[in-house]
């Protein structure tokens, strides 16, 4: 039976608690400033339409999508990056930025060409409703382009962070989401004299900051102390990291479209039970996401400092960083439902809704409550915990079971056969998160995920 970890070792290593921090305040600032975008979406074009607010939530659906690819790709960079960085080998580390941005590229413009070119009939996925679908493929024309560029700067964001440049990565997101919430202000609203451009606004708004981050990305590579890809990298094969990059990345690509396509799911049950009900969903999509920036930065930060203790082949130290990391986890839960909690007055004034919508809001905040304990915790101990070490299979057959084999089949048959309640239906989509505590737990206490996959990389 392993002991519990005493106070001291839980909260008294300065330097862990330190660079944690370090690491995790940033990413976490990176992520709030990209879910500030989607609020400002929300609140702006709610303000004037219910039904363009809805319409662009569900567009953006798509880019959901594209995003859990692109997770995916970042994901296997970051397990392998961090503990080649631990060991010192700035080669290997090179060689699998360059994989990485092999594949969002082609993610990227996969993706672009669906948006806009496509955009219709990817929005009959999602809704019904004429006007959803005619407003929301007016947006995807226009913000399709911006998806040719997400999945390069991702990579540069991702390798930055690894390296120790994440100050850097969060000045990048955290102007260009201004810039981006600015432009969305003038071009929705048609102020400084431009024309109100309404979704077609927020749209072009999306695409001048994704040029701008990338952009930015690009320069900053050619600076002392950054890095940029080599170009025998980005068009030869590495045997040996191509394999283990393959091998981290199924799993996680696998578990990436079993949430990501279980998530848009979700999307299109609420969109198909009305305007009310997709207007309400869409509002506590946005502010989950805000209050889950917290957790996805735990994640990335703890992730980070595991991987590089197993890189270094300190076994122990990586266990005693993943408990740590662990009972973190849980705080972190409480303070989101809290917060969750905290935030549901001041949403309830400020977006504008109609009764039966304000209604339903209220009901789905008080189910995301308990929503964000789960969601805390399975984030940290999975995507960062586990992955570190290279354990990346779990989260792909646990979504499986909870998820697919539970959460959407109870969703589908609410919604298209017995035509429960919206909020009923919108808990069952919430079921999956909290179920799946005591599994991870379990897994997590035999120690799978104390592994070193690093090599002698030349």
């Not at 007016?138 to 120790?164: D, F, N, P, V």
């Not at 578990?255 to 509002?283: I, K, P, Q, R």
Request: glycine letters at 8%.
């Amino acid at each position: 039976m392993k002991k519990r970890l005493t106070r001291a070792e839980l909260f008294g290593d300065k330097e862990f608690n330190r660079h944690l921090a370090k690491l995790a305040l940033p990413i976490a600032l990176q992520q709030l400033m990209l879910a500030t975008v989607a609020a400002a979406d929300a609140i702006m074009l709610g303000s004037s339409s219910q039904n363009e607010m809805s319409s662009v939530s569900l567009a953006t659906q798509i880019q959901f999508v594209q995003n859990m690819f692109l997770f995916a790709v970042v994901s296997a960079v970051t397990v392998l990056a961090a503990q080649y960085w631990g060991r010192g080998n700035k080669d290997a580390v090179n060689a699998v930025f360059c994989i990485g941005l092999r594949l969002n590229v082609a993610v990227s413009v996969l993706f672009f060409v669906g948006c806009v070119f496509f955009p219709r009939p990817l929005m009959l996925i999602f809704t019904d409703v004429d006007t959803l679908v005619e407003s929301g493929a007016e947006y995807l024309r226009i913000a399709g382009w911006s998806y040719l560029m997400t999945g390069i700067s991702q990579c540069y964001l991702c390798i930055y962070k690894i390296i120790g440049k994440q100050n850097h990565a969060a000045a990048i997101s955290s102007t260009t989401v201004v810039i981006n919430i600015v432009m969305n202000a003038v071009l929705i609203f048609g102020l400084l004299g431009f024309p109100a451009m309404g979704v077609r606004g927020a749209a072009t708004a999306t695409l001048v900051s994704r040029i701008v981050e990338l952009v930015w990305c690009l320069v900053l590579s050619f600076l002392p102390g950054f890095m940029r890809p080599e170009a025998k990298g980005l068009f030869k094969r590495n045997p040996i990291l191509s394999h283990d990059f393959t091998k981290c990345l199924l799993p996680l690509l696998g578990a990436a479209l079993l949430w990501g396509v279980g998530y848009t799911a979700y999307s299109a049950f609420m969109g198909h039970l009305g305007e009310d009900a997709a207007a309400a969903n869409s509002v506590s999509a946005v502010v989950r996401d805000l209050v889950c920036c917290l957790c996805g930065g735990l994640a990335s930060g703890g992730g980070i400092l595991v991987g590089e203790e197993l890189g270094k082949g300190e076994l122990e130290r990586g266990k005693l960083y993943g408990r740590r990391t662990a009972v973190i986890a849980f705080i972190c839960g409480g303070v989101s439902a809290l917060l969750m909690l905290a935030f549901t007055p001041g949403l309830l004034a400020i977006v504008k809704l109609t009764p039966q919508a304000r209604e339903y809001l209220l009901e789905m905040m008080l189910v995301l409550a308990f929503y964000m304990i789960g969601r805390a915790v399975n984030t940290i101990i999975i995507n960062g915990v586990f992955a570190a070490g290279g354990d990346t299979a779990f989260d792909a057959y646990s979504l499986a079971v909870t998820m697919w084999g539970v959460a959407v089949p109870l969703a589908a048959l609410g919604t298209f056969v017995f035509h429960w309640h919206p909020v009923a239906v919108y808990a069952f989509t919430c079921l999956d998160e909290v179920g799946k505590i005591p599994w991870v737990m379990l897994h997590f206490r035999k120690y799978k995920w104390v592994k070193d996959l690093t090599k002698d990389i030349q």
